[in-house]
Every structure is written in C-alpha cells, then in structure tokens.
C-alpha cells in the first residue's frame, strides 16, 4: 500500500550516552593476485555509498587498507582518513578499519595523497578546477532553505528517483500533509522573480520575517514594505502581498510549537483538566508571575513539539523512507552487535508483539534526555532539559546523526525536575499512547 499506519516502540534512557562498538574480529581482506593495483585506484567508487555494512564498501576498506600499508615507507600505523579523524591522527589497520566503518571515510578525499598515490596533474588545470568550484559556491544560495526544510523535518533528500516499483502497487495520491511539504519544497526552489538566482520565494518570506522579529517591526509596516517590493520589483515578482500571507507561507515548515504553562514548584502543566485553571491544584500557587490588562506571564512554560507530523515526514521523503526498513531488509545478520536491531532485546520484543513486527515500517524510539547550562556560564546554577526522541530503524550511521534527533519537549529550568520529568512528559506519553494503540496514517513515498 501507499500508506502506512505508523506504531511506536519507545525505548527510554535518562542522562546517559550508550556507544556502539563495531567489530574488528574479522580477517583483513588478503588482496589477490589477480587485483591489480590500477584498478584498486580506478575504482573509488565505494567511497560514495552510504551503506557502510555492504560488501561492496567493505571491499573497498579493506582495498584502501591493502594499498595503504603495502607502500615501502610504512610501519604499522597509518593516518586514518575517517570522517571523524580526517588524517590528522595515526591509528594501526584494525583501528582504521573500525573507524572506516563505524564513521565513514572523507568523501571528498578522491586522492590517497597521504598513503601513497602520487598525481601527476597540471597545476593550471587545477587552477581552474577552482576557480569553477568557487563560482559554483558564490552561486549557492547561502541560506541553503532546502536544507533547512530538511532538517526542520529530520531527513536529507527527497531528489530520488524511484526504481523499484512494486508489482500489483497502485501509486496513490499524497495526504494533506505530504501535499503541503511538497508545496513547501516546490517555494523553496522558485525565484522570487525572473531572473533571480539568488533569492527563493521561500527564502524571502523567511528573511523578512527574521527582519521582524529582530526589529520589533509592526505588522502594518510589513504591509506596507511589502507594498512598496511590489512596486519597485519587475513584473511576475512572488512577494506575498502582506504579513498574514508570509506568515502562512512559511507555516507549512512545521516549525511552530505548543506553549504550556507550568506551575513554579513543578506540581502541575496547566494542560488537558487544568487547562483554564488560575492557581495551582496542588500548592494553591498562582499560575502567573506577572498580571497586566493585556496579557499575563507565567511562571515557567513547557515547549512542546508534536511528534506525529515529524514521523510522517520521514516518510515523505522517497530515500529514508526505504532507510526506515532498513533494520529489516539490509541488516546483515550474522550475529554481530553493529545496531539495536542485533539485539535480544528488539528480537524479544518482536516475538511479543507479532502484530507490531510484521510491519517493518512501524517506528522505533529511543527517548533521552539530559539537562545543561544555556548561558554558557558553568557558575550559574541554571539547566534546562530537552527530551530527544531517535528512530531506530534507520542504519547505525544516520539514526546517530543530528538531522534525525527530534527534540520533542524542552523542559523548563532552572533547576532539574527530578522525580517530577513525569509531569512535563504528559503531553509526549500522551501521543506516544496514541500512536502505539491507533497509530497515525501517513503518505510512504518509497511505495506510493
């Protein structure tokens, strides 16, 4: 089907990082005599793939390992041109190759000058090769809004064309919400007018509005600048006509929140039954810190980012929603730790709820938190504590990633709740339940 009915696993750790060991028991690779070295350096290919647990990239490291420690001036030790150490640290094979797999090797570095490949290339071809690179840099757009959208919903890419079309699978047509993201994308990508390279319909309605709120600008002044682009841009220009349509324009990013008050002793929210309360149930407190004729300011207030529109929208895009079966469809299962997936654990599970297991798209959530300083100033006591959720089904090597942490609440100090975290967490348990006894329907741009 097109669709699919997301369900949750949680998992819930507090305070704590856990680290996932790669394995380096297994023999290096003994290159043969039939591999010649020119092919070894003609085929980089592997460099590029994001499946670092294929063979085809494993292959490949232990290649780069055999060419690297096979030149005359080399030990034991080899600088490691993993994405974390990027040749600056001197690491022994096993070492390297647990890294290469673990992080991922430099993309970007397409000659092993460090281990021993010599290039023979002329220095003006060179020149000109950066001279190219830097009028393509100067012809991006700065901003990236692309990008943004990507992150502000926790996945990379959606240019991915479709290459395995299930048989019997009729494509169906994107829900609401999926319309709407796309909608968002196409704005992203639009020149405010003719001729405009360097501008996106998107990306001038997310700079003024930045000018706003920086500036404490009026609504009526935005009108009436907004105005005034119309007059003096060329015709066909795509700025909205005031402040409510540039608002609107940008509502579909996803990036609005709830505001939830909270009492100042963390006994309650003032959310579901206490909603319209005015004091405390619990200690009688007030709810406000300050009363004026307009408006009131409270206590604390809870940042809550619903959950739901973020999970479907790991699956409007067409690459990760084929990562999200990754755990599924292309673990290697040869008894080795390398993700969650290996473990007792989430096989028990899985024999537990047979129903939720069938599904490799149903969704599964790691839940952290852990509170810091804000103000950069360790002699402050203050903290605030944000709760992440993390989806396991992608590989070990994106569900790490920050693009896809989702922080979910954003708990108010400045102090830490203690045993009171549960009262803040109501809102996410809420959801969490919601989706775990219905679910939520959403767009799967893998299948359609």
């Known amino acids: 089907m097109g669709t699919v009915l997301l369900v949750i696993a949680l998992e819930v750790r507090w305070g704590t990082t856990r680290v996932m060991q790669i394995s380096t028991a297994n023999p290096p690779l003994v290159l043969k005599s039939e591999d010649k070295l020119e092919d070894i350096m003609s085929d980089k290919n592997w460099m590029k793939?994001?499946?670092?647990?294929?063979?085809?990239?494993?292959?490949?490291?232990?290649?780069?390992?055999?060419?690297?420690?096979?030149?005359?001036?080399?030990?034991?030790?080899?600088?490691?041109?993993?994405?974390?150490?990027?040749?600056?640290?001197?690491?022994?094979?096993?070492?390297?190759?647990?890294?290469?797999?673990?992080?991922?090797?430099?993309?970007?570095?397409?000659?092993?000058?460090?281990?021993?490949?010599?290039?023979?290339?002329?220095?003006?071809?060179?020149?000109?090769?950066?001279?190219?690179?830097?009028?393509?840099?100067?012809?991006?757009?700065?901003?990236?809004?692309?990008?943004?959208?990507?992150?502000?919903?926790?996945?990379?890419?959606?240019?991915?064309?479709?290459?395995?079309?299930?048989?019997?699978?009729?494509?169906?047509e994107p829900n609401p919400e999926a319309a709407a993201f796309y909608r968002l994308l196409k704005d992203a990508d639009k020149n405010l007018y003719p001729g405009c390279?360097?501008?996106?319909?998107?990306?001038?309605?997310?700079?003024?509005?930045?000018?706003?709120?920086?500036?404490?600008?009026?609504?009526?002044?935005?009108?009436?600048?907004?105005?005034?682009?119309?007059?003096?841009?060329?015709?066909?220009?795509?700025?909205?006509?005031?402040?409510?349509?540039?608002?609107?324009?940008?509502?579909?990013?996803?990036?609005?929140?709830?505001?939830?008050?909270?009492?100042?002793?963390?006994?309650?929210?003032?959310?579901?039954?206490?909603?319209?309360?005015?004091?405390?149930?619990?200690?009688?407190?007030?709810?406000?810190?300050?009363?004026?004729r307009t408006h009131n300011i409270p206590h604390k207030i809870l940042h809550y980012f619903p959950l739901k529109p973020r999970l479907q929208r790991l699956y409007m895009s067409k690459i990760t929603a084929k990562d999200m079966r990754w755990h599924e469809e292309k673990r290697i299962n040869d008894g080795i730790l390398r993700h969650p997936a290996d473990s007792f654990a989430w096989k028990s599970f899985d024999d537990k709820y047979k129903s939720f297991s069938a599904d490799p798209r149903s969704v599964r959530l790691d839940l952290a938190s852990d509170g810091f300083q804000p103000f950069g100033n360790m002699s402050t006591p203050h903290s605030i504590w944000p709760v992440v959720l993390i989806p396991y089904n992608l590989p070990p090597w994106q569900c790490m990633k920050d693009p896809y942490f989702m922080m979910t609440l954003l708990i108010p100090g400045p102090k830490c709740p203690e045993n009171d975290i549960d009262v803040y967490l109501q809102p996410l348990i809420k959801e969490l339940k919601e989706l775990w006894d219905i679910g939520v329907e959403t767009y799967d741009a893998h299948t359609r």
């Not at 012809?139 to 996945?155: E, S």
């Open 197 to 292: 390279d360097k501008v996106s319909k998107l990306s001038f309605a997310v700079k003024l509005l930045h000018l706003k709120c920086s500036n404490n600008w009026s609504d009526t002044s935005m009108d009436k600048l907004l105005k005034v682009f119309k007059e003096v841009l060329p015709n066909g220009v795509l700025v909205p006509n005031s402040f409510y349509e540039a608002k609107k324009l940008i509502q579909d990013l996803g990036l609005e929140h709830i505001k939830i008050d909270a009492c100042l002793n963390d006994c309650v929210i003032y959310w579901g039954e206490h909603a319209n309360a005015i004091v405390c149930p619990v200690c009688n407190l007030s709810r406000w810190k300050y009363q004026g």
């Open 49 to 172: 793939l994001n499946d670092r647990a294929s063979m085809e990239y494993i292959n490949g490291v232990h290649s780069f390992l055999n060419f690297a420690f096979g030149q005359p001036t080399i030990s034991d030790r080899i600088r490691c041109p993993c994405t974390k150490c990027r040749n600056t640290v001197f690491k022994g094979r096993h070492e390297v190759r647990a890294h290469l797999i673990q992080n991922g090797i430099v993309k970007s570095y397409k000659h092993w000058v460090y281990h021993g490949e010599t290039i023979e290339e002329n220095l003006e071809e060179c020149n000109a090769n950066s001279r190219d690179n830097l009028d393509e840099e100067e012809n991006t757009d700065y901003d990236d809004l692309i990008g943004m959208v990507h992150d502000a919903c926790a996945f990379i890419n959606t240019d991915v064309e479709r290459d395995d079309v299930n048989e019997g699978y009729e494509p169906q």
